[in-house]
């Protein structure tokens, strides 16, 4: 489904990722774990479309993407949530679920539909539908982050962080919603510091150390295998 | 009572004709985080097509929305020769960039057309007057009054209700993210583009409508103006702008009123010391702008 080859990604001098090649398959929930500047996000936002690929390339069904626009990205069915879990703060928690759907934004009985869905999903954002999504907790943010990804019913998700800065049971929330949207055929791409969470949820994992792979495998093989602690440390 | 009434058409035409000019400025910048020096430009454009199409014989207010229509194209022109070239490259050369197009335009118009102003053609509406509660006032300011109030409230309309207006909106705070949601730079930008020019060719006709002449330097004022009370009103809030454009208009129209007659020509000079001293009780502006500031 998602063909990554050899792609680097640079900023200025710095080389960020150093040639890495990774692949999912349809239905798939790939980890992508590693330390602090492993080159993790970077990877990620290059797939979306977001930052320029120096080298390699992407490839979505086959098909080439490796400098498409962002916005093109997501008409392709790819939806990211970037791990600064950019809500629009002046935005209310339904306007900011209808920017998530604008690529199909004259589908609007359909897109009531899935709102609906969303809420049913998430109930809080139900609760705060009129509220503008600044004065939403962090969690809150992170679940109208996904919820908004998924109104642009993508094919494949690309998840960065979902657990960053969140408390233990909201991250627990969020990891059972990760492996229900897994279990609804959704195509994942997760990048995660909360390596044992991730590893959970994964079928496979890349591990990245300075900008390439250092490991890949199976996640039980992964689990087993690495020396996880060594991972947060960047060892 | 007919001064408090005099005072308050005064203020609410003049401002409205501020707002709508800050308005057409902050539109784009709120977006691009860049001062679009050709704003005036846009003013003049629409001047000069009224100017042009005068022997035309069409009826005014079809004139009129062919200047405005000519507006919003220049507007979008100024995007396409100035700003998307070297846009994603670097903040000076769009600053410099937006500064020669401008001065193109002008030069133009100097070239093409003359130093000298031209007549453009007016409604005899512009030069009647109308009696209220006591009062005697050109109808020209009424008509300003009405053109902000309908202008401002379809603008608030479309960025309230609409999904482009939201996703303007969106793109105001963070544009990359509004693009990995799907929402097309290009689109966003040339939409705003466009309401700018819109804004501009309506602000242009009621500005010229006040003296009747078209010149090449004629934006110079409004988008000093503009610039102005987006300044006072925070820069990067649509409502600010408005309430900046408010706010000069009531310090000029105040002034104006209060001052002596020997001093009145040195009005503008009151002016910038009291928004000097409202900047310096408020560095930001009256209304804060959207949380992030990412350029594009």
């Known amino acids: 489904m998602l063909e990554v080859t050899d792609l680097e990604v640079r900023y200025g001098a710095i080389r960020a990722v150093r040639g890495i090649s990774l692949s999912v398959a349809k239905g798939e929930l790939v980890a992508l774990i590693g330390a602090n500047g492993a080159g993790k996000s970077s990877t990620l936002m290059c797939i979306a479309g977001a930052l320029n690929a120096a080298a390699g390339s992407v490839r979505l069904a086959g098909e080439d993407v490796t400098s498409a626009t962002p916005e093109k990205m997501v008409r392709k069915g790819v939806a990211t949530v970037p791990e600064t879990r950019d809500v629009f703060p002046d935005l209310t928690v339904s306007e900011n679920l209808r920017l998530g759907s604008y690529i199909r934004r004259h589908d609007t009985a359909g897109i009531a539909q899935d709102q609906e869905h969303m809420f049913g999903l998430f109930p809080v954002l139900a609760e705060r539908a009129a509220q503008p999504a600044g004065t939403l907790s962090g969690g809150e943010q992170q679940m109208l982050v996904i919820a908004r990804a998924m109104m642009s019913r993508p094919t494949v998700l690309l998840l960065d962080e979902p657990s960053l800065g969140l408390a233990p049971v909201i991250v627990d929330q969020i990891f059972a919603m990760i492996a229900e949207l897994k279990a609804s055929g959704l195509t994942i791409l997760l990048v995660e510091q909360n390596v044992a969470k991730a590893l959970l949820v994964a079928d496979r994992a890349y591990v990245m150390r300075l900008g390439t792979v250092s490991t890949s495998g199976t996640a039980a093989e992964i689990s087993a295998n690495t020396d996880l602690s060594a991972l947060y440390l960047g060892g | ?296």
């Open chain 2, 1 to 296: 009572m007919t001064f408090a009434i005099q005072f308050l058409i005064d203020v609410l035409s003049l401002g409205g004709a501020y707002a709508l000019m800050a308005l057409g400025l902050v539109v784009v910048f709120g977006i691009l985080r860049l001062v679009n020096f050709a704003y005036g430009e846009l003013i003049m454009v629409a001047g000069y097509t009224m100017f042009l199409v005068s022997g035309s014989g069409l009826p005014w207010l079809v004139m009129a929305a062919v200047a405005v229509v000519m507006a919003i194209l220049a507007s979008i022109a100024t995007d396409y020769v100035a700003f998307r070239p070297v846009r994603a490259k670097s903040v000076t050369a769009v600053l410099i960039t937006s500064f020669a197009f401008s001065t193109l335009l002008q030069n133009a118009a100097l070239l093409f057309i003359s130093p000298r102003p031209r007549t453009v053609p007016l409604p005899d509406m512009f030069s009647q007057v109308v009696v209220i509660g006591g009062v005697i006032t050109p109808m020209r300011n009424l008509i300003t009054i009405a053109a902000a109030v309908i202008l401002l409230g379809l603008f608030a309309l479309l960025m309230r209700r609409t999904v482009l207006g939201i996703a303007m909106r969106a793109a105001a705070t963070n544009f990359t993210m509004a693009r990995m949601l799907g929402v097309p730079s290009n689109v966003i930008i040339s939409a705003a583009f466009a309401i700018s020019g819109l804004l501009a060719g309506v602000v242009g006709l009621l500005w010229i409508g006040r003296i009747g002449t078209v010149v090449p330097g004629i934006g110079l004022g409004p988008l000093l103006i503009a610039f102005i009370a987006t300044v006072i009103g925070g820069m990067r809030s649509l409502s600010g702008a408005v309430i900046g454009g408010f706010l000069l208009a009531f310090i000029d129209t105040s002034l104006n009123y209060t001052l002596p007659q020997d001093l009145l020509k040195f009005r503008d000079a009151f002016t910038f010391s009291l928004v000097i001293l409202i900047l310096l009780w408020r560095p930001e502006g009256l209304i804060k702008g959207p949380a992030t500031g990412q350029r594009t």
